[in-house]
């Protein structure tokens, strides 16, 4: 299936350990966004990256990293988590940053406790 | 500060009837503007993708217009189904001249009942 694929779906860790969320996309496209949605419902862009390169940096805490290693993947590694990290968080992606749809993955939703 | 707002925040109607959703936003410079639909502890499914330069776009039952002067945005569902039934998202993307991001409504719950 052509698609936006993200793991784990559901992520329950500590306060303080480390993790990492992976994303995948086989569309084809040059372009992989991290969104957040809070326990509001509300989705804010983190980052975006274009071939590779980050793009978009959205006053997102340095704990938060994300890694490119190819254009398909964009992975999201999380330092000393909080319990305000707690929410879910979506990988997207599209061709090219601007005119084109952006196609979500299924979200992982991640609680800390 | 581009601001994105959903009215109303939820509704619920009986099937068969037609219905718009709406979409506000503070600052008129966009690239585009793009629906979404979310179910119940899923991801985001997109619906329509509106360009700056475009009034409406279709497809099925679905119709979305924009007003770019006003900054407004609908969308019209014809004989709503109980499959209707998610949370319905819009999200603007700013005219820049490099990388650009969307910025997201508050969205509208919608629960369509037999």
Redesign the interface.
Known sequence: DTAVSQTPKYLVTQMGNDKSIKCEQNLGHDTMYWYKQDSKKFLKIMFSYNNKELIINETVPNRFSPKSPDKAHLNLHINSLELGDSAVYFCASSQGQTNNEQFFGPGTRLTVL | KQEVTQIPAALSVPEGENLVLNCSFTDSAI??L?W?RQDP??????LL?I?SSQREQTSGRLNASLDKSSGRSTLYIAASQPGDSA?Y?C?V?PW?G???????G??TRLQVTL
């Open positions: 690239y585009n793009q979404f502890g899923k991801g985001l499914t997109s993708l360009q949370t998202l999200a993307r820049t490099t990388a650009s991001k969307l910025t997201f508050t969205g």
